[in-house]
């Protein structure tokens, strides 16, 4: 009914939705190509991929080590773990591209992130640029970030200082032992 009205009449406004306006938002998918990204949005799906490939492939280390009748059990580990990092690798990837989008650049820009050094820098830039305020060119700005989103999204840094504090703690405790024996013989 509605397009013998527009064929009929070549005057009437098209029944197209826009979505230019103020307050509209979208709900992102996880596994979505296009759209856009928040930044606490990032860094969660990031953290929850990271920590799921290191259960997956602890439990399939930890099971291969029980299955050593394999031939070569480090070989079947190492193919287990190109097997699984592909996907992650192609949503991290995707979710890079969506962040990109997210403020008003080009998904190509990824691609930066296969340069040695370059993709650190690319990497800070995703993590704390802001995005663009309402609609840019690749959609509507997404929705607000649930709760849980947002305790997702900050354990990404408390890994990380928890990871560095315990991989320095060590590290310094052995210095500063090393320190006082060295003190107490008498050279400095």
């Not at 938002?25 to 928040?38: D, I, M, N, S």
């Not at 930044?39 to 492939?57: E, H, I, K, Q």
């Not at 930890?62 to 009748?69: G, K």
Request: hydrophobic share 50%; net charge positive.
């Amino acid at each position: 009914m509605e397009r013998e009205n527009i064929v009929s009449n070549p005057y009437l406004a098209p029944g197209a939705a826009l979505s230019d306006a103020p307050g509209d938002t979208y709900q992102p998918r996880v596994f979505a190509w296009k759209g856009r990204l928040g930044r606490l949005r990032y860094l969660s799906y990031l953290c929850c991929a990271y920590l799921l490939s290191m259960v997956v492939l602890g439990l399939a280390g930890a099971a291969l080590s029980v299955a050593r009748r394999l031939p070569d059990p480090a070989s079947w580990e190492m193919l287990l773990s190109i097997v699984f990092y592909i996907p992650v690798l192609g949503l991290s990837l995707a979710w890079a591209k969506r962040r990109f989008n997210d403020v008003n650049r080009s998904g190509w820009l990824v691609l930066l992130l296969v340069i040695p050094v370059v993709n650190f820098f690319v990497g800070l830039y995703l993590a704390f640029a802001g995005g663009s305020e309402g609609a840019n060119d690749y959609g509507p700005p997404p929705a607000p970030n649930p709760v849980l989103v947002k305790i997702v999204g900050l354990l990404l840094p408390l890994l990380i200082i928890g990871g560095t504090v315990a991989v320095m703690y060590p590290a310094i405790k052995l210095a500063q032992e090393r320190m006082d024996a060295g003190s107490s013989s008498g050279r400095l």
